[in-house]
């Protein structure tokens, strides 16, 4: 298996928690990986992404090339759209809703959700606001991490495993808040794929 | 025991050090070198062996200290990004002249496309400069092996050794498997202590001895376990791969590379298996990240009249880094057709966080100098750069670590009035203050505002080597005690902000205003923890 994948949003909406989740699944699996971010001046408030390579066979390049992205999993709208030269023509975005609007020139988000709709292959989810009613908002990641989760190449219980291992020091609490949040997001997209 | 981890490649270096018998890390923070540092500083062993991991002032100071370390025999590394080796540079370079007693490495961290630096300067340069050994991993795995070799290196030879890494290398993740871990070195003297008093007589003799080890170091790249010659069918083309290109190139052929491919992890340049390449080859295409360090060189090195592709002739980009996408059309690929960029997106650039002392301070700032009609703000490196950016617009330079201080005092020898200097806690203690010395002994006009956030921000919240304590120094350094004046940076002291600036800038001589107020990201990590 390979599945080559951007995570992108807005510096500090927890873009690298997701990585190391899917990250500790894939060690555990005997995967290859390779994780590129971009760390610095570009975390405040600013455009970030990382670049997240796992698969069976040995990984050349750390940075994946144009056209050969499988899944954009974006906590934001608009940051999920700064990557579609990347994203390959049978490749899935995985996107929250809910734009981060810290810019002036944000543009009209109508515009933006069609524009995600229109491509072959999109799951929009309002992480947000199901985070807040199954869990807490503090787990919207992990929401858009479940509903990107049927697109990975990992079982989901491993990924389930993973989200354990990653949040076992803050406790069980906090280990099943983010369970519940995973779930709600495969929930989502699971129904969003049968309509 | 489980020896696989999943390491970022700084952390690689890092743990690379630990295991190979390290005694002391010494680094100023810059990215993308900072995790280094941070990793050694929470590692058990570390702790266990009571290995040095205190940040320092500046790169110089971490240069000299660790060559101290070196002189008793003991493995120490330097850890700064690339413009830190322009601070470094003295003791760097003169300590290939002194030589090393125990292991001495330093890692310099490029940063080509300038994600977080203001230029791409490439530190291979300053390797071949100081003629030393330069190590650049092609992996994480590499980096970690790469680190007991360059340590034993140093030791045989008695030179220090350069590790060079691309933004690309330090901040991507991949497994290692880590092997055996090392003995701390034992104390000891240097067989040679002449060697280190680096009077002409014993410079002299010293730099005839290090150019004569240069075939010592070039047969020790030709026979190296980094450097690596694959052969293939098609010698219409010969690809020259320095680190990290090296995995661009094989990207984009899964089954092995048509062409031969020479891998180059280790200089100087070997000019043996580079020749081989040459003759059994029509053409080369050099890829390297950063400058043309290699280009330049293989152009002096053969015979005129071979083809030499890269970026010196445009197959690939003169500027940024390389990527897998950048190197296709010189290797004679096909772009693949993709989907065009969204037209609906917009840039998303870095802010000041929102209740952040800068944003008080700028505030403040920006009202009182618009009183004046031609105000200059010279400005300095930190997250109080991003002041250039609206809404502030309030800053009219940025140049290196310090210069704000200086420039502004060489503006008002000029006869600049009101200049004024805006400089971050952290960067004052490493560069500023020696620049504040001559503002003082000439009593230039200037005001200076030292952003005191008690912390290294930009970096992610690092020790600041003199929190507490910039009273203390601005005092002893000789401003006047009446003209050093504290304020918090809150909306509510707005007007008291803005009234002490404006006493300071009329006060004709050296003024320092230290806007105080912990950096809210520290501050959030601190609540957390009580």
């Not at chain 2, 498997?177 to 040679?192: D, I, L, Q, W, Y």
Request: aromatic share 6%; hydrophobic share 40%; proline share 5%.
């Amino acid at each position: 298996m390979r599945t080559d994948i951007i995570l992108s949003g807005v510096g500090g909406q927890g873009i690298l928690s997701i990585a190391t989740i899917i990250g500790s699944a894939a060690i555990n699996e005997g995967l290859y990986i390779k994780q590129a971010e971009v760390h610095g001046m570009s975390q405040r408030g600013g455009d970030v992404q990382s670049n997240l390579r796992i698969s069976s066979d040995p990984i050349a390049s750390d940075l994946i090339p144009l056209g050969k992205v499988d899944i954009i999993i974006s906590l934001e709208p608009m940051e999920a759209l700064r990557y579609l030269p990347y994203l390959n023509k049978e490749g899935w975005i995985i996107t929250n809703t809910v734009p981060f609007v810290n810019i002036p020139n944000y543009p009209d988000q109508e515009k933006l959700m069609e524009q995600i709709k229109n491509l072959k292959h999109s799951v929009a989810i309002d992480v947000d606001a199901i985070a807040k009613s199954v869990a807490s908002p503090r787990a919207a990641n992990i929401v858009l991490l479940g509903a990107a989760s049927p697109f990975l190449g990992i079982e989901t219980d491993k990924i389930e495993d993973g989200i354990r291992r990653v949040f076992e020091r803050k406790g069980e609490a906090v280990v099943e808040m983010n369970l519940k949040a995973f779930q709600a997001g495969l929930k989502y997209a699971q129904e969003s794929l049968n309509k | 025991m489980n020896n696989k981890h999943l390491l970022l490649g700084d952390e690689a270096v890092a743990l690379g050090a630990i295991h190979a018998g390290l005694s002391g890390v010494y680094a100023y923070p810059g990215t993308p070198s900072t995790e280094i540092t941070e990793f050694i500083q929470a590692h058990p062993l570390a702790e266990e062996r009571n290995i040095h991991r205190h940040w320092s002032t500046n790169e110089k100071t971490a240069m000299e200290a660790a060559l101290g370390m070196s002189y008793m025999g003991k493995r120490a590394m330097v850890c700064m990004k690339h413009v830190g080796m322009n601070v470094a540079a003295d003791a760097f370079v003169n300590s290939a002249m002194t030589g090393t007693n125990g292991g001495l490495i330093v890692v310099a961290a490029d940063d080509p496309s300038m994600h977080s630096s203001q230029n791409e300067q490439d530190s291979r340069f300053y390797g071949k400069f100081a003629m030393i050994p330069v190590f650049e991993p092609s992996s994480q795995q590499e980096a970690y092996n790469m680190m007991n070799d360059a340590f034993s290196f140093s030791e045989h030879y008695k030179v220090p050794v350069l590790m060079r890494l691309v933004t690309r290398m330090a901040h991507s993740r991949a497994v290692v498997e880590t092997g055996a871990v090392r003995e701390m070195n034992k104390m000891s003297f240097p067989s040679n202590p002449g060697d280190w008093v680096l009077m002409p007589a014993v410079a002299r003799k010293r730099n005839v001895k290090l150019i004569g080890q240069q075939v010592d170091f070039l047969n020790e790249s030709e026979k190296s376990i980094y450097n690596k010659y694959v052969d293939g069918k098609d010698h219409s083309l010969g690809i020259i791969a320095c680190g990290i290109a090296y995995n661009y190139v094989m990207e984009h052929f899964k089954d092995g590379c048509p062409y031969p491919v020479l891998k180059i992890s280790q200089y100087p340049l070997p000019v043996g298996l580079i020749r081989r390449l040459a003759d059994e080859c029509d053409s080369l295409l050099v890829l390297e990240d950063g400058q043309p360090v290699v280009e330049e060189m293989i152009r002096g090195v053969l015979d005129s009249g071979k083809v030499i592709k890269g970026r010196l002739t445009g197959e690939v980009p003169r500027t940024g880094e390389l990527t897998p996408d950048n190197i296709i059309s010189a290797m004679g690929l096909k772009d693949e057709e993709v989907y065009p960029p969204c037209e609906l997106v917009v840039p998303r650039p870095p802010a000041l966080c929102q209740g952040c002392g800068h944003r008080d301070m700028y505030a403040a700032l920006n009202e009182v100098v618009r009183e004046y009609e031609n105000s200059r703000v010279f400005s300095d490196i930190g997250c109080y750069t991003l002041g250039f950016l609206p809404p502030y617009r309030a800053i009219h330079s940025v140049v290196d670590m310090g210069a704000s201080i200086t420039m502004a005092k060489g503006a008002a020898d000029a006869g600049q009035f009101p200049s004024v200097a805006v400089i971050g806690d952290s960067t004052f203690t490493h560069s500023g203050m020696t620049g504040l010395l001559d503002a003082v002994n000439e009593n230039s006009n200037i005001t200076i505002l030292i952003s005191d956030n008690l912390t290294t921000g930009m970096t992610g919240g690092q020790d600041s080597a003199g929190t507490g304590r910039l009273e203390q120094i601005c005092q002893g350094i000789g401003v006047a005690p009446e003209h050093i004046r504290v304020v918090v940076p809150l909306p509510k002291n707005m007007e008291e902000m803005k009234q002490v600036i404006r006493e300071e800038i009329e006060y004709k001589g050296v003024s320092v205003i230290i806007p105080r107020r912990e950096c809210i990201q520290t501050a959030r990590r601190h609540n957390k923890q009580k």
